[in-house]
């Protein structure tokens, strides 16, 4: 059975960083892509970042405008998000997710269903 956990997420002010991390039992890691989701409340849950299972690619939402860094440590069954200059629309909850498919992040976000998925950790950025 495979699980992913998250944690790292907290309340910070506007202009600060955090730095999420995920961690994956159950399945050979380093088969697989590895991507960050978030939902704000009333929106639809949107694709943050993907990372390759080398970790030599790597996908970013245009909104992200270069503030967040994805990364993964294979030897830890890992994948952290750096996230820095935060925005109070950065506000969400952060969904780590595995894929069950494949080890590029080729067409990202996926279907849900092609996805192991996280419990989530709220970020909470205030102005």
């Known amino acids: 059975q495979v699980h992913v956990v998250e944690s790292g997420g907290g309340l910070v002010q506007a202009g600060g960083s955090l730095r999420l991390s995920c961690t994956a039992s159950?399945?050979?890691?380093?088969?697989?892509?590895m991507g960050w989701f978030r939902q704000a409340p009333g929106k639809e849950r949107e694709g943050v970042s993907c990372?390759?299972?080398?970790?030599?690619?790597?996908y970013y939402a245009d909104s992200m405008n270069g503030r967040f860094t994805i990364s993964r440590d294979n030897a830890k069954n890992s994948v952290y998000l750096q996230m820095s200059s935060l925005k109070p629309e950065d506000t969400a909850m952060y969904y780590c997710?595995?894929?069950?498919?494949?080890?590029?992040?080729?067409?990202?976000?996926?279907?849900?269903?092609?996805?192991?998925w996280g419990q989530g950790t709220q970020v909470t950025v205030s102005s």
């Open positions: 990372i390759s299972w080398s970790g030599y690619s790597t």
């Open positions: 997710a595995a894929t069950k498919i494949s080890g590029g992040c080729g067409g990202f976000p996926l279907h849900a269903d092609v996805y192991h």
């Open positions: 159950g399945l050979t890691f380093d088969d697989y892509a």
